[in-house]
Nanobody, 122 residues
């Protein structure tokens, strides 16, 4: 049974930083590209960042480019999202997802975590 468990969310002031983690089990982690998505209240779930199987390729939404960094540790079956210079508009539930293809469309994800809430106060 595949499980993706996010952690690291919380309340932070604008300009602050958070580091999200997503621990994977039940799958061959190195065979999956990993993505982060987010969903703000009343909005569609949107792509945030993706990282390839080995970590050699990354992609970001324009809204987070230069502020967020995705990384992975295949030895620990974990993917991270370092979020710096946070803004109130980054407030959302953040989800990690696994895909065997290097994709950024939510419909192409194979597995999802349950999410972790990030709240950025102004």
């Amino acid at each position: 049974q595949v499980q993706l468990v996010e952690s690291g969310g919380g309340l932070v002031q604008a300009g602050g930083s958070l580091r999200l983690s997503c621990a994977a089990s039940g799958l061959t982690f190195r065979s999956y590209a990993m993505d982060w998505f987010r969903q703000a209240p009343g909005k569609e779930r949107e792509f945030v960042a993706a990282i390839s199987w080995s970590g050699g390729r990354t992609d970001y939404a324009d809204s987070v480019k230069g502020r967020f960094t995705i990384s992975r540790d295949n030895a620990k079956n974990t993917v991270f999202l370092q979020m710096n210079s946070l803004k109130p508009e980054d407030t959302a539930v953040y989800y990690c997802a696994a895909t065997q293809l290097y994709e950024r469309a939510k419909d192409d994800m194979d597995f999802w975590g349950k999410g972790t809430l990030v709240t950025v106060s102004s």
